[in-house]
C-alpha cells in the first residue's frame, strides 16, 4: 500500500487527526501569569516616568519602556520564514516522506508488509515530532515579533488593533494563545508602568485614556488587563515592605512614595475598568485594604486632576472652559460637592491675589507714591474682584448653566485667608479706599453704589460695619461739599436753604438725619470758640444766628447746644461759688456768678436749673451728715447748718442769677400757703405752728427768710422729708440736751426762735402748707393720744375724766375736732374688746345688742362675723327651750340675722339645722321627765317639740312603749293647750282619734291616766 494513502488533505471543516501536533494554539493555557513567572523568573518592572515617552517618541524611549529586542534561535528564525500554509505544506511533505520512507525500507530489509508498517510507523513518529518540535516554536516567535514590533513603534499610543491581529495571523495563532496572551500581557504591564506617574507626582489627566487606548490596541480581554492590575498592585504593594522600614532613606521614601503610586494605581485602574472594576480589582481581599480605603484613594487623586484642570481656569473664564471642566470632573468621578467647594476655592485665591496685591500697594511705605497712584492701583485691584465677580454671576445665569462646573456664582472669602478677624481690619480698609474713591468726582452714581454693595458681600461685611464706613466717609465729602458751598456763597444766595441741603444730601446718598447731626456739631464748634473768654460778645451772637439760618438748625437743638456748653461753663462757675461757703461768697464771687450769668446769654430757667441741680447736691450732703448723727440734737445742727447756707448763700445766689437785689425778694411761698390757715381759729389752738411765724421784733434780729425756689421736693420722698422737719419739730420742742455725770440731761438752750429755721426748713424740703400742718398736727396727736389712753384705761368717759382730757388737749395744742376723734377711737377699742368678752362668755343677748344699735354702737367693727354667728346660734336654741312652743319666723329669719348682720340664708340654715337635731332631744327629753313624775318639764318638753315643728315640719315620731306616747299626750292635755297644738302633737305622737277621744273621756270623769295611778298606787 502506498504510504500517501494514509494522508489525505485537511479541510476547513475537518481538521487533519493530527492537526493538534501541526498547529499548538489549540494548547494554549488560559493564565498567562503562570507562563509570564515562567518566561521570566527575575523580571521586576519599576514604573517609569511618563515624561520621557511624551518628550522623545522614539525608538530608545520604547526600549526604555519595552525593554530591547528579542533574538531568534535557529529554529525559530527558520519558523519565522515560513509563512503558515509553506509550514503546513512542508509538515505533511516530512510526515509522508517519512512514512513512505520508512515503509521502504522496513519492507525492503524485512521482506514483509508488517515490517514495512512497522518502519513507516518508527520514520513516521520521528518525523512527526521533528513536525511538532518545529511547530511548537511557532507562538513564541509570534510573541518575539510582537515584542519587537511594539518595541520599535515610535508612538505605542498609535498602535492599531489591526498591527497586532496582522501579527496573530502572520503565524496563525490566536490571541488567546499562552505565550502570545502572555507577550500581550507583559506589555500591557510595562505600558501601564510607564504610564502612571513615578512617586510622589500627580497624575497628568490623560493617563486613563492612554492606557485603554493602548489596552484596545492590544486586544487584551478585561480580565487578563485587570490581572496585570492587580500583579502591579503586588509590585508595588512589595516595594512598600523594601523601603518601609524604619531605618530606611527618607529622601528615598518621599520620591518612591509606594502609598501614593498605590493609591494612583487603584484609581486609574477604576477609571479604566468602569463599573466592572468592582468585581475585576479586588483590591479588598487581595491587599486587605477597605473600601473606605480606596474611596479616598479616589476621591484624592480626582481631586488634584481636577485642581491641575483649575489652574488654566483664569479671571477671563468662559464658557467652553466652563463645559470642558464639568466633563472633567465627570470624567474623573469627583463628586458634586467636592466640585463645587474647589471651584470655589479656586475662585477665592484668584481674589485673594488681588486682595494681597491691593494691600501690599496700600501698606507700602513709599507714602508719597501711595498718595499719589497707590489709592489709584488699590481700586484698579478691586474693579477686577469686581469684574471677576460680576462675570461669574452672569455665568451662573446662563441659559446652559447646566452643563457648566458646579460652584459657578457670587464669590465669597468664608473659609479662606481672609476669613477672620484679625484680617477683617484690612479688608475694611480697602472697602474704604473704594468708598473714598466712588466719591472722587464729588458726588456718587447710582453703579458705585451696586458696586459697593457687590464688594461688601465679597469681604463679608456686615450692614452695620460697612453702613458705619460709607457713613464716615460720606460725611467727610459732606463736609467738604458744604464748606466749598459756604465759602463760594452758593449756600447763601440759594433761595431755599433746606432745598440746598437736600439736594446735597440726595447727590451724596447722604442721610438727612446724619446731615442734621453734622449741622449741630458744626454749630456746637462754633459757640465752643465764640465762649472761649467766658462770655458771649455781640458780633458772636450774630455770627452764630447767621450760621444757624444756613444750616436750618431748629430752635430746640440750638437751646439744647447753648444749654449743654454755656451750662457747662455757668456750672463751674456756681460750683466755685457754692464751694466757697457761707464766709467765701463775697463780692468779686457774686460779680462772677452775674457776668456768668447774663454774658453766656443763658435763659433765666436754664440757668436756674443748672444752679438748682448743684445747690441740691450740697443739701444732699447735709441731709446725709444730719442721718449720720449720733443724737436728735447733732442731727438739728446738721440741719441748722443748711438752712444758714441756703440764707447766707443759695438765696443771694438766686438773686445774682435773676440780677435783682436781695432786699427785694418776695418772701417765701409757704407763708402764702399758710395764710389762708391763720385766718381760721381752729388751727390757733397748735402752738408749734403758731410759733413758726415771728413777730416783727423776732423777724428783723433774725434777717430775711430764705429762697424756696430751690427745694428737695423731687429728691426726697414725702415720708423721708416729714421725717426731718418732724425732726427739726421735736428739737425746737425739747430745746438743746446735754448730759451731765451720774446719766442725767439737763436742757441748756431752748429758744421760740427755732421755729422761725423750722419754718425755713419747711421751705427748702418742698414741704407744702397741708404737709407741715399734717407733721404738727400729727404730732401733737400722738402726744394727747399717749395721755388720753393712760386716762381711759377701763374705757369708762367719765366728766372728770373729760376735763381732764381737756386740760391735756389745750396743753399739747390739738384741735378740739381730732381730740375727739382719738378720745372716740379709744372708747370704742376698749368698747369692743368689752362686747367681745362679753358675747364670748355668754352675757350679752339679743335684746343688749338691739340697744347697742340704737346707742349708734358699730357691731360690724367691734363684733367678728364668727362671733356674731355664735350668737344667732345661741338665741335660736334658746328659742327652742324656751317651753313656750312658739316661733316666729320673722323674727328668726329676717330681724335677728339683720340686727346682728349675717347671712339670712345662712342664717335658715342654722335654724334648720338646729330644729332637726332638738326635735328627737325634745321627745328623749319629755319621756324621761315622765318616768320621773314631772309633769310641768313634760309640758315644757312638748311644747320644744312644737316648737322645732314648726320650724322644720315633721313626720309622725316613733317609740318603743306606745303607751307613754299616750301618757305624754295625757299629760299635755290637762295642761288646758290651744286646739291647734294639741292637734299637731296627737299627729307627731301617733295617737289615733278613738285614743285621743279615750284620753279626754278620761280626763273630764277624772280618772288617773298612766302615772297618776302608778303614784296612787305606790
Known amino acids: 500500500m502506498s504510504p500517501y494513502l494514509l494522508i489525505s488533505s485537511p479541510s476547513p471543516s475537518h481538521p487533519v487527526l493530527f492537526s493538534q501536533f501541526i498547529n499548538p494554539n489549540s494548547l494554549h493555557i488560559r493564565n498567562p501569569r503562570n507562563y509570564l513567572a515562567r518566561r521570566h523568573p527575575h523580571r521586576f518592572s519599576v514604573p517609569r516616568s511618563s515624561t520621557a515617552y511624551a518628550e522623545e517618541p522614539s525608538s530608545s524611549a520604547n526600549l526604555a519602556v519595552f525593554g530591547g529586542k528579542k533574538e531568534l534561535s535557529g529554529v525559530q528564525s527558520l519558523v519565522d520564514g515560513l509563512s503558515p500554509s509553506v509550514r503546513l505544506a512542508s509538515s505533511v511533505v516530512i510526515v509522508a516522506g517519512a512514512l513512505a520512507a520508512g515503509y521502504g525500507l522496513g519492507y525492503r530489509f524485512g521482506g514483509t508488509r508488517n515490517t ?38 515610535d508612538d505605542p499610543g498609535a498602535l492599531k488593533k489591526e498591527d497586532i491581529e496582522g501579527i496573530a495571523e502572520k503565524y496563525g495563532v490566536s490571541k488567546q494563545d499562552e505565550a502570545f496572551n502572555a507577550e500581550l500581557c507583559d506589555l500591557y504591564s510595562q505600558f501601564v508602568s510607564s504610564v502612571l506617574p513615578p512617586g510622589s507626582e500627580n497624575l497628568k489627566g490623560d493617563e486613563v485614556e492612554t492606557i485603554i487606548k493602548f489596552k484596545n490596541a492590544l486586544g487584551i480581554d478585561d480580565p487578563n488587563a485587570a490581572g496585570m492590575h492587580m500583579e502591579l498592585g503586588r509590585r508595588i504593594f512589595r516595594q512598600r515592605l523594601e523601603t518601609g ?10 520620591v518612591v512614595s509606594p502609598v501614593q503610586a498605590f493609591q494612583k494605581l487603584i484609581y486609574v485602574s477604576t477609571l479604566v475598568f468602569g463599573e466592572a472594576s468592582t468585581f475585576l480589582l479586588p483590591w479588598k481581599r487581595v491587599f486587605k485594604v477597605t473600601d473606605a480605603q480606596v474611596e479616598v484613594a479616589i476621591r484624592d487623586n480626582a481631586q488634584r486632576l481636577f485642581a491641575f484642570k483649575l489652574k488654566s481656569i483664569g479671571r477671563d473664564v468662559n464658557e467652553e472652559q466652563l463645559v470642558s471642566l464639568r466633563v472633567a470632573q465627570l470624567l474623573y468621578r469627583l463628586s458634586d460637592e467636592l466640585a463645587t467647594d474647589m471651584f470655589k476655592e479656586h475662585t477665592r485665591k484668584l481674589v485673594e491675589e488681588n486682595i494681597s496685591t491691593a494691600l501690599n500697594i496700600l501698606k507700602s511705605r513709599t507714602r508719597a507714591m501711595v498718595a499719589s497712584r497707590g489709592a489709584t492701583q488699590v481700586v484698579e485691584e478691586l474693579e477686577k474682584i469686581l469684574a471677576f465677580n460680576n462675570l461669574l454671576n452672569s455665568l451662573s445665569n446662563h441659559p446652559n448653566a447646566g452643563r457648566f462646573a458646579l460652584g459657578v456664582g457670587l464669590v465669597s472669602l468664608l473659609g479662606g485667608e481672609y476669613d477672620g478677624d484679625r484680617k477683617m481690619d484690612d479688608l475694611k480698609l480697602l472697602y474704604r479706599v473704594y468708598v473714598a474713591e466712588s466719591f472722587s468726582s464729588g458726588f456718587l452714581e447710582e453703579n458705585k453704589l451696586v458696586a459697593l454693595n457687590h464688594l461688601k458681600n465679597i469681604f463679608g461685611l456686615g450692614n452695620r460695619e460697612a453702613e458705619t464706613i460709607m457713613m464716615d466717609v460720606t460725611s467727610k465729602v459732606y463736609r467738604k461739599r458744604l464748606a466749598q458751598a459756604v465759602t463760594s456763597g452758593d449756600l447763601e444766595a440759594a433761595d431755599s436753604k433746606a432745598a440746598f441741603l437736600q ?17 449741630e456739631e458744626i454749630y456746637r464748634q462754633k459757640l465752643q470758640q465764640s465762649v472761649a473768654d467766658g462770655e458771649l460778645s455781640e458780633e458772636s451772637v450774630a455770627a452764630l444766628l447767621r450760621l444757624r439760618v444756613l444750616l436750618c438748625v431748629p430752635q430746640q437743638i440750638v437751646e439744647a447746644v447753648h444749654a449743654d456748653i454755656c451750662g457747662t461753663l455757668f456750672e463751674k462757675v456756681v460750683k466755685d461759688a457754692i464751694a466757697a461757703g457761707v464766709d467765701g461768697y463775697d463780692p468779686d464771687v457774686r460779680a462772677s456768678v452775674r457776668k456768668a450769668a447774663h454774658g453766656l446769654r443763658l435763659t433765666r430757667e436754664a440757668a436756674m436749673a443748672i444752679a438748682s441741680k448743684a445747690v441740691r447736691k450740697m443739701f444732699t450732703n447735709y441731709i446725709k451728715r444730719s442721718r449720720a448723727a449720733g443724737n436728735r440734737t447733732e442731727a ?43 385766718e381760721d381759729e381752729e388751727w390757733e389752738a397748735l402752738q408749734t405752728l403758731r410759733k413758726t411765724r415771728p413777730n416783727k421784733e423776732l423777724a428783723v434780729k433774725l434777717g430775711r427768710p430764705g429762697q424756696t425756689e430751690i427745694t428737695l421736693k423731687d429728691d426726697l420722698p414725702e415720708r423721708d422729708r416729714t421725717d426731718l422737719y418732724k425732726t427739726y419739730l421735736l428739737f425746737c420742742l425739747t430745746g438743746e440736751v446735754a448730759n451731765i455725770p451720774f446719766g442725767a440731761q439737763i436742757t441748756t438752750k431752748k429758744d421760740n426762735s427755732e421755729y422761725l429755721l423750722l419754718n425755713q426748713l419747711g421751705g427748702i424740703l418742698g414741704l407744702t402748707g397741708k404737709e407741715i400742718v399734717e407733721v404738727h398736727r400729727g404730732l401733737a396727736e400722738q402726744a394727747f393720744r399717749q395721755q388720753a389712753e393712760v386716762i ?62 340704737e346707742a349708734t354702737v358699730n357691731l360690724d367693727s367691734m363684733i367678728s362675723e364668727s362671733l356674731r354667728e355664735n350668737l344667732f346660734k345661741k338665741t335660736v336654741d334658746e328659742i327652742f327651750s324656751s317651753g313656750t312652743g312658739e316661733f316666729d319666723e320673722e323674727e328668726v329669719y329676717e330681724r335677728i340675722p339683720l340686727d346682728l348682720i349675717i347671712n339670712a340664708e345662712k342664717a335658715k340654715g342654722v335654724v334648720r339645722e338646729l330644729a332637726q337635731t332638738r326635735l328627737s332631744n325634745s321627745l328623749i327629753q319629755a319621756v324621761a321627765l315622765l318616768r320621773q313624775r314631772n309633769r310641768a318639764g ?34 299635755y292635755l290637762k295642761s288646758d293647750p290651744a286646739p291647734e297644738k294639741l292637734s299637731r302633737l296627737q299627729y307627731l305622737l301617733g295617737i289615733s282619734d278613738s285614743t285621743a277621744a279615750a284620753l279626754r273621756e278620761m280626763g273630764e270623769r277624772g280618772v288617773p291616766i298612766g302615772t297618776e295611778e302608778e303614784e296612787f298606787v305606790f
Request: glycine content about 4%.
Open 116 to 153: 514495512g508498517l512497522g518502519g513507516a510507523v518508527a520514520l513516521g513518529a520521528a518525523s512527526s515530532a521533528a513536525v511538532y518540535a518545529l511547530n511548537s516554536c511557532v507562538p513564541d516567535v509570534a510573541a518575539v515579533n510582537l515584542h519587537n514590533f511594539v518595541a520599535s513603534c
Open 792 to 853: 381711759l384705761a377701763d374705757g369708762q368717759l367719765t366728766k372728770a375724766r373729760i376735763e381732764q382730757l381737756n386740760g391735756v388737749q389745750k396743753q399739747v395744742g390739738l384741735p378740739a375736732e381730732y381730740a375727739q376723734k382719738v378720745i372716740k377711737s379709744i372708747t370704742t377699742t376698749k368698747m369692743a374688746a368689752a362686747i367681745e368678752t362679753a358675747v364670748s362668755q355668754g352675757r350679752l343677748s339679743i335684746k343688749q345688742i338691739r340697744e347697742l344699735k
Open 636 to 678: 438739728a445742727k446738721e440741719l441748722k447748718k443748711m438752712i444758714a447756707f441756703n440764707t447766707l448763700v443759695v438765696t443771694e445766689l438766686v438773686a445774682d442769677i435773676k440780677g435783682e437785689s436781695s432786699d427785694t425778694m418776695l418772701e417765701e411761698p409757704v407763708k402764702e400757703e399758710l395764710k389762708h390757715i391763720d
Open 938 to 971: 313634760v309640758v315644757s318638753s312638748l311644747n320644744d317639740l312644737l316648737a322645732c315643728d314648726k320650724a322644720v315640719p315633721a313626720k309622725p315620731l316613733s317609740w318603743e312603749v306606745p303607751e307613754e306616747l299616750a301618757d305624754l299626750f295625757a299629760i
Open 503 to 519: 439736594n446735597l444730601c440726595d447727590e451724596l446718598h447722604f442721610d438727612p438725619q446724619k446731615a442734621s447731626e453734622i449741622h
Open 245 to 254: 522600614g524604619r531605618d530606611a532613606d527618607i529622601e528615598q521614601r518621599r
